[in-house]
């Protein structure tokens, strides 16, 4: 599994299974931008994995936490892990795969991550633009094996 991120030497990074989807509509991919005022950044949505639930039940799940859609897993695109120093203080090793999803419902409804707020981007912005080097990894294994609609 590829690694992304800086490790701080001094600092423990704990495992933390994860899962993340790729979602397409329209030509452009959707994206979370997380509210944490002038430090916002941007997400592919996803998350941790809860308990023994799978990456696809995960994905599926925090996609309708995060954006309110409802989605239906495709295929596992690739897999990667990423050091994060996150807002809270903790220091996690996400791991784990990066799936690409279908639309089911249009219409946002269900989501309760209040600070999360789906943007819809063109491919290579969101490339250029998501906070962390896996996710960028994720889009660009997607860009060389898809055609954008």
């Not at 269900?110 to 600070?115: A, F, L, N, T, W």
């Amino acid at each position: 599994m590829l690694q992304f991120g800086y490790a701080r030497p001094d600092r423990t990074y704990a495992p933390r299974p994860t899962a993340f989807g790729l979602l397409v509509h329209g030509g452009r991919l959707a994206c979370v931008r997380i509210d944490r005022g002038e430090n916002s950044y941007l997400d592919l949505p996803g998350g941790a994995r809860d308990g023994d639930e799978s990456e696809a039940e995960a994905v599926v799940r925090e996609y309708r936490e995060e954006t309110g859609l409802r989605v239906a897993v495709d295929a596992r695109l690739t897999e990667a892990a990423q050091f994060v120093d996150k807002s809270d203080g903790r220091t996690v090793n996400n791991r784990g795969g990066f799936w690409t999803l279908r639309l089911l419902d249009p219409t946002p409804s269900g989501k309760v991550e209040d600070d999360h707020e789906l943007i819809w981007l063109d491919p290579l912005e969101a490339l250029v633009s998501l906070r962390h080097e896996a996710h960028a990894w994720a889009v660009t294994m997607w860009l060389r094996t898809h055609k954008p609609a």
